[in-house]
């Protein structure tokens, strides 16, 4: 028996449609061809796929992997560019040896200068290749995608994450794979319904561990087991920061099962999204509140949480408002993490110990707390480079476990610590401190820029943890956000305003 031939393809960005710059060429790290078969064991949901496609035995095609940090609008020539490559090596495939299946690697909450909806239109684009019409096409997607219609249409199966932190990225992946191999054995073709419900939720109410998430994953589950042709059903969180129609939460079923009886499914979590809407919205501290009670105890480290500039969502991570909050209120032994690659550019030739004026931050957003002028003592540089400590640290899904944060610094202000990065990284692995000679467990306060994301790595040595207000572009407060093309009425948006 030959083997069957398996199309393999990614690209990943969550685009934030409210920060000013656009996501060029520069922002993107690119695979091609063989490159994408040498990441098996990298912890990504390529690797997880291609574990599957190793036990399976099949013949892999690898055409690219298009990958970049969340950040503001694409330029639709990148999108264009990967869709070109995707096409030319789908038809080569189909006219060299056939293809018996298709497998993406997404994110899912992309808009690029041109569309906004560029995972509904990439699919589509391979539906119209001659040969492709019917092929098995499987997905896997990020929690917080964007779910759409014609994504729905032009797909066999839509496989999302089920965790916030995204431990199960790669996990995730695996089902997806299965799931076309439970296709080819059986000659199955399963259809995908989407359900957009009627909220948007900000990225601190999706944790999975709690309400309503929680709830809406115990429900698909069960819902799942109640019916064995309903191959996977995928609750999706949404993002908030995308303005586009579909925005928020959203519901997909993989099934085989008759319409009626997929949209039966989709009620009843609906119904239950709605019930719990209110439990969406986040709850944060005031900062000088949560620094004032924080000075009050002993111990450590407790955990200052930064949605606003959540790097993972978009923001440029370069916020100096808990960095100002601490030395205001004498911390010491704390740490904060901020990308400034121009702050490290200005450390050039310092050597350890020397003091120099030096301006950090502030800069990415004009809607935070700007940069902040500082005498500093030099500590380290280093190139940036670590390997996460934990193999299904939230990031790992696109990036894998080798993470790069750009020529990086160490310097100290007052009592507190900080590490300046040229490359925004989300702090989601405990490997990221102590790669710069920073040991967490010892220290008193943290500052995480992150919402959701930090917390497989934090909460385990954490003595609290405080969610605080701050301006920036994942604000948390969606009602403030000038939302043009969301699709109305959406709680908390129209509610808001009625």
């Not at 099962?257 to 009620?267: G, M, S, T, V």
């Not at 993490?337 to 050597?351: C, E, F, P, S």
Request: overall charge negative.
């Amino acid at each position: 028996m030959s083997k069957k031939r398996i199309l393999l393809a990614a690209i990943f960005h969550e685009t934030h449609s409210f920060v000013a710059q656009n996501t060029t060429f520069d922002d993107f790290a690119i695979k091609r061809g063989e490159e994408l078969l040498q990441r098996r064991h990298d912890g990504s949901t390529i690797s997880g796929f291609l574990e599957v496609a190793e036990a399976e035995n099949w013949e892999v095609v690898p055409i690219s992997d298009y990958s970049a940090t969340p950040s503001g609008t694409i330029d639709h020539a990148v999108f264009e560019q990967f869709c070109d490559e995707l096409e030319e090596g789908l038809v080569k495939a189909l006219a060299e040896g056939g293809l018996d299946g298709i497998w993406l690697s997404l994110h899912g909450a992309m808009v690029t200068t041109r569309s906004v909806d560029p995972e509904g239109d990439l699919l589509a684009r391979i539906r119209a290749v001659p040969g492709a019409e019917t092929l098995p096409l499987f997905a896997v997607f990020d929690l917080h995608a964007t779910m759409t219609a014609k994504m729905a249409a032009h797909a066999n199966g839509l496989i999302g994450y089920r965790e916030n932190p995204h431990i199960d990225s790669r996990d995730s992946a695996v089902r997806s794979a299965r799931m076309l191999a439970r296709s080819l054995a059986g000659n199955l073709r399963p259809k995908v319904f989407v359900r957009n419900a009627p909220i948007i939720w900000a990225p601190p109410g999706t944790g999975t561990a709690d309400r309503p998430m929680r709830d809406l994953a115990r429900q698909a589950r069960a819902l799942e087991a109640q019916n064995p042709d309903i191959w996977e059903i995928s609750t999706v969180a949404g993002y908030a920061f995308s303005d586009v129609p579909d925005a928020g939460v959203a519901f997909s079923i993989t099934t085989t099962a008759p319409e009626h009886e997929a949209n039966q499914a989709l009620d009843a979590l609906e119904r239950t999204a709605i019930e719990l809407q209110e439990h969406g919205k986040p709850e944060e501290w005031d900062l000088d509140a949560a620094l004032s009670e924080i000075k009050t105890k002993s111990g450590g480290p407790y955990i200052v949480v930064e949605p606003a500039d959540n790097i993972g969502g978009g923001a440029p991570g370069d916020d100096t408002a808990v960095l100002r909050g601490f030395l205001k209120h004498g911390f010491t032994n704390a740490a904060v993490i901020i990308a400034d690659a121009d702050a490290v550019a200005a450390l050039a030739g310092a050597k350890a110990g020397e003091r120099r004026k030096l301006s950090i931050g502030g800069r990415g957003s004009p809607l935070g707390a700007g940069p902040l002028e500082a005498e500093v003592a030099f500590v380290s540089r280093s190139d940036g480079a670590f390997t996460l400590e934990d193999r299904n640290s939230h990031m790992v899904a696109s990036r894998g476990i080798h993470i790069r944060m750009g020529a990086s610094a160490v310097v100290r202000i007052e009592g507190v610590t900080v590490l300046l990065t040229s490359l925004k990284t989300s702090p989601n692995d405990l490997g990221q401190l102590r790669s710069q000679g920073i040991v967490p467990e010892t220290l008193f306060a943290i500052g995480v820029k992150a919402a959701v994301a930090h917390r497989r790595a934090y909460d385990p040595i954490m003595a609290g943890s405080y969610t605080v207000k701050t301006a920036g572009p994942c604000t948390s407060a969606l009602t403030t956000l000038p939302y043009r093309r969301l699709r109305q009425p959406v709680f908390p948006i129209s509610h808001q305003r009625t």
